[in-house]
């Protein structure tokens, strides 16, 4: 029988093939990282790369390449769901819109 670290690899496995191409926009990935308030460096830090490929995949100059993109794509993910766009800059290339309950400003 297969353990629970060998299901959550295959799984991984499975996420990173899906997310392998789908990047948000260059400008969207800084926003992310700033609201997260991380440096180039930490993100390179993290993917075993140069703080300056960072910076350049955040200007749009270099695209990450398999396998830093795939987890390049998965923390940018992980930001989106925490730091999501505010609502009038969603747009197809910020990547997918997550629906949130709407509430009152104000919380009232």
Do not use: C, H
């Amino acid at each position: 029988m297969s353990g629970e670290n060998e299901l959550f690899s295959a799984v991984d496995a499975l996420l990173d093939q899906v997310a392998r191409d789908d990047l948000p926009e260059p400008a969207e990935r800084r926003r992310l990282r700033e609201a997260a308030g991380l440096s180039q460096a930490q993100i390179a830090s993290a993917l075993d790369t140069r703080r300056e490929a960072v910076g350049n995949w955040e200007s749009g100059r270099t695209e990450p390449r398999p396998p830093k993109r795939a987890a390049y794509a998965r923390l940018l993910e992980g930001l989106a769901e925490r730091f999501p766009a505010p609502s009038g800059d969603r747009s197809p290339a910020a990547g997918p819109a997550r629906s949130a309950p709407d509430t009152p400003a104000g919380g009232a």
